[in-house]
């Protein structure tokens, strides 16, 4: 039986005389898989990660919180450690940050603790730990 291509089979390869051959990594780029979703793989990775809830604090621990930052007032700039809850931004719920910094005042217009890193909401602090041993 006689092969169909035999006449083709042992010519020589094409090379072009106009166009250089392509890069061997432009070539693999066209067999490489594609996502077809597009942020489909970062949609699910969002929608398993997890969050805390926000804990409610009761009136006893409010009034033991209030009473320690009075006390961290007077003796501004003061070192605490904080810790405070922060909202998620595309979840419901959040996460705790606990941290040492020195405290330098409050702004009562924003219900804010200023710290030399940051602003805190005075209604997310949930723990101060006045003062800290070195």
Same mark, same amino acid.
């Given at each position: 039986?006689?092969?169909?291509?035999?006449?083709?089979?042992?010519?020589?390869?094409?090379?072009?005389?106009?166009?250089?051959?392509?890069?061997?990594?432009?070539?693999?780029?066209?067999? /490489?898989?594609?996502?077809?979703? &597009? !942020?489909?793989?970062?949609?699910?990775? #969002?929608?398993?990660?997890?969050?805390? $809830?926000?804990?409610?604090?009761?009136?006893?621990?409010?009034?033991?919180?209030?009473?320690?930052?009075?006390?961290?007032?007077?003796?501004?700039?003061?070192?605490?450690?904080?810790?405070?809850?922060?909202?998620?931004?595309?979840?419901?719920?959040?996460?705790?940050? /606990?941290?040492?910094?020195?405290? &330098? !005042?409050?702004?009562?217009?924003?219900? #804010?603790?200023?710290?030399?890193?940051? $602003?805190?909401?005075?209604?997310?602090?949930?723990?101060?730990?006045?003062?800290?041993?070195?």
């Amino acid at each position: 039986m006689k092969n169909p291509y035999e006449d083709i089979i042992n010519l020589p390869h094409h090379t072009s005389k106009t166009h250089p051959p392509m890069a061997l990594s432009m070539r693999a780029a066209q067999f /490489s898989p594609f996502a077809a979703l &597009t !942020g489909y793989g970062e949609a699910i990775k #969002e929608s398993g990660r997890e969050t805390e $809830r926000r804990i409610i604090l009761d009136e006893d621990r409010k009034t033991e919180l209030d009473i320690t930052l009075q006390n961290m007032l007077h003796t501004l700039p003061a070192k605490a450690e904080i810790t405070y809850f922060i909202s998620d931004k595309t979840k419901d719920g959040g996460r705790y940050s /606990s941290e040492a910094c020195t405290v &330098t !005042g409050i702004d009562q217009e924003q219900n #804010e603790l200023i710290t030399s890193d940051c $602003r805190i909401n005075i209604n997310n602090i949930i723990e101060i730990i006045f003062p800290i041993t070195d």
